[in-house]
């Protein structure tokens, strides 16, 4: 069974490396938590380091989920991977990547592959799976954009508009 595929792509007028401290920040994981998430911090690991394991719940009590994920494949101010090594999905893996497109602007993408739990035929699954991802993500890009408008410099260089955009499929 092959993994279904999720991207979303936001630029934003900031670099690349003002992107990857966002990410590298202790709050990073608090900030990007959607309110509607039920989203708990329980073990923030080493940070986003290669090998470093993080775990975090998910939902509301008594639906609450463990979430355990390993950080690899660290690229300093370019990407990161984070590998569910215990969740709610048989199979998920989450890049996040930062791309330089000029000295002062970026692009954030998030692409996650993963297979949908359980218990529902996947031409059910996978679409419901991806409207939940692309709420999630929206909101995490908007609360990225937020933080960087009160956290980087507010020179005209570091204006911050942008564009979000989603695609999925199954690779």
């Known amino acids: 069974m092959r993994a279904t595929r999720f991207e979303m792509a936001s630029d934003f007028q900031v ?3 003002d992107l990857w401290s966002f990410h590298m920040h202790d709050d990073a994981l608090d900030v990007l938590a959607p309110p509607f998430s039920g989203f708990a911090v329980r073990d923030r690991g080493e940070g ?7 775990e975090f719940a998910l939902g509301a009590w008594p639906l609450r989920k463990r979430w355990v994920a390993l950080h690899c494949n660290v690229e300093p101010e370019r990407s990161f991977t984070d590998i569910a090594l215990d969740a709610p999905f048989p199979y998920w893996v989450h890049q996040h990547e930062m791309k330089s497109l000029a000295p002062e602007s970026s692009r954030l993408v998030d692409t996650v592959w993963f297979r949908a739990p359980g218990g529902f035929p996947r031409w059910i699954a996978d679409p419901a799976v991806r409207v939940v991802l692309r709420l999630m993500f929206s909101w995490r890009h908007l609360a990225t954009r ?17 564009s979000a955009m989603a695609t999925g499929g199954s690779s």
């Open 15 to 17: 670099s690349a490396a």
């Open 48 to 54: 986003v380091s290669n090998g470093s394991v993080v």
């Open 146 to 162: 937020r933080w960087l408008a009160k956290n980087v410099s507010k020179s005209p260089r570091h204006e911050l508009n942008g």
